[in-house]
């Protein structure tokens, strides 16, 4: 694209469907769902991730995620989060098709507690469940290069490589891996998890990920609308300069002003 | 009746269908997917789906996720 096309211009699609914004967020750990709210639109997100919970029966009048983050407004992302198989993924999203009636889910299984590593043998084994059934899934996944192919293959909608450990706010731990899915890849590209700055989501989009989503950095920013407003911002300047191309990066010093003509 | 609701055993009194039951705990049928006996009920056939003594019901929501 050329640079007097409009930013708006610059779409991406998953699962038919198109999206303007390259910042997925997510929904969790923040102080309550008013703050949830105004960070989402500070980063001009148009799909968030949600999980799905038994309602606190106790006390049903409690705040409602829907009602602040409406779903009117934003594409619910429903995730698995918290699911160790296969089987308890599908019957989690089984669920969450129902309460909302969308086919477009996060597909995480994790192994372990401590790094909260996928186990992408499971996971693989759970997207073909879910694909049988007619879900929509974007694929939580290691940035190992070859089971992103294998997603693909297996009809993943979307491929989502860990930038680091969920939570951890470490940035890109292996960008060589993620420029080589990003090169490989069939289906869109999203760095999830792992992100803390703005700068890592320059990072990740210069890098040529179709977009990035991301909870903690945001949630657990000293001002999490601020820091959503730089996210915003650091996926737009990412993405432009992927797009514009850089400049090869040079061993030695090269002067911007002639070098002839010096008095 | 009782019902094993979200894990839970609770006494409640005879109701007709599954509809009076979310009803019944106060709880918006738009906003929630339930679950019984381990299948999924559509919203659309809660008030055609009767309950049962020793039914297990799970009733969820969406909730902020990353």
């Known amino acids: ?263 | 009746m009782n019902l094993t609701i979200n894990g839970e055993t609770r006494a409640v009194d005879d109701l007709p269908d599954l509809a009076a039951l979310v009803a019944s705990l106060g709880l918006d049928a738009r906003k929630v997917a339930v679950e019984r006996n381990l299948e999924i009920v559509p919203r659309s056939a809660y008030s055609a789906t009767p309950i049962a003594d020793g039914d297990r019901i799970e009733i969820v929501h969406f909730i902020g996720g990353g």
Request: hydrophobic fraction near 45%; charged fraction near 20%; include cysteine.
């Open chain 1, 1 to 263: 694209m050329d640079g007097t096309q409009n930013q708006a211009d610059d779409t991406w699609t998953v699962a038919g469907r198109t999206f303007t914004s390259r910042l997925i967020i997510g929904t969790g750990k923040y102080k309550d769902y008013a703050l949830n709210a105004a960070a989402a639109e500070a980063a001009g997100a148009e799909m968030v991730t949600v999980a799905l919970r038994r309602v606190n029966l106790s006390d049903p009048s409690q705040p409602m995620l829907a009602d602040y983050v409406k779903p009117e407004r934003f594409t619910y992302l429903p995730n698995t989060a918290g699911c160790f198989t296969g089987e308890e993924a599908v019957r989690t999203l089984r669920l969450a098709r129902e309460a909302g009636g969308w086919d477009l889910v996060k597909l995480e299984v994790l192994s372990d507690p401590r790094t909260l590593y996928p186990d992408m043998e499971e996971t693989l084994r759970a997207l073909k469940l879910l694909v049988a059934e007619g879900f929509q899934v974007m694929v939580y996944c290691t940035d190992d290069i070859v089971f992103a192919r294998k997603l693909a293959d297996a009809g993943a909608a979307a491929v989502m490589p860990l930038a680091a450990p969920i939570g951890s706010g470490l940035g890109i731990l292996n960008p060589v891996n993620i420029r080589l899915i990003v090169e490989e890849a069939k289906v869109p590209v999203v760095v999830d998890a792992g992100l803390g700055t703005a700068s890592d989501a320059v990072i990740a989009m210069e890098l040529g990920c179709d977009a990035v989503l991301m909870n903690t950095a945001i949630a657990l920013a000293r001002d999490p609308v601020r820091m959503a407003r730089a996210m915003k911002h650091a996926v737009l300047a990412g993405r432009d300069a992927y797009l514009a191309g850089r400049m090869p990066k040079k061993p030695m010093g090269d002067p911007s002003s002639p070098t002839s003509g010096l008095i």
